[in-house]
């Protein structure tokens, strides 16, 4: 997007994340059923990567499914703000 570069299944400290811009620093979290439980562990988890530096935008799995347009038009308005010239 925009000529950034997005890895999957990013490892970053002891995590792996869903995807990663690295030019970007930002992380892209997809949550679905599998994270209800685990509330906690995320917050930790994103508080320790955002020491880094580290963005993170999240989006809901049924969001991914059925707002696809505005999952993408929220991460290029992101990139526009906070993306390098």
């Given amino acids: 997007m925009y ?10 400290l002891d995590y ?3 995807f990663y811009a690295p030019d970007l620093m930002l992380v892209i979290e ?3 059923f599998s994270h209800n439980d685990s509330a906690i562990q995320d917050h930790k ?3 320790e990567i955002e020491q880094l530096g ?3 935008l999240r989006f809901l799995d049924g969001d991914i499914k059925h ?7 929220t991460i290029q308005e ?3 703000e906070h993306g390098k010239s």
Avoid: S
């Fill in 54 to 56: 580290i963005h993170f």
């Fill in 45 to 47: 988890r994103q508080n």
């Fill in 30 to 32: 997809i949550d679905g």
């Fill in 67 to 73: 707002r696809m347009d505005d999952v993408l038009v």
């Fill in 16 to 18: 792996i994340v869903d």
């Fill in 78 to 80: 992101w990139i526009e």
């Fill in 3 to 12: 000529g950034y570069r997005f890895h999957r299944q990013k490892p970053i």
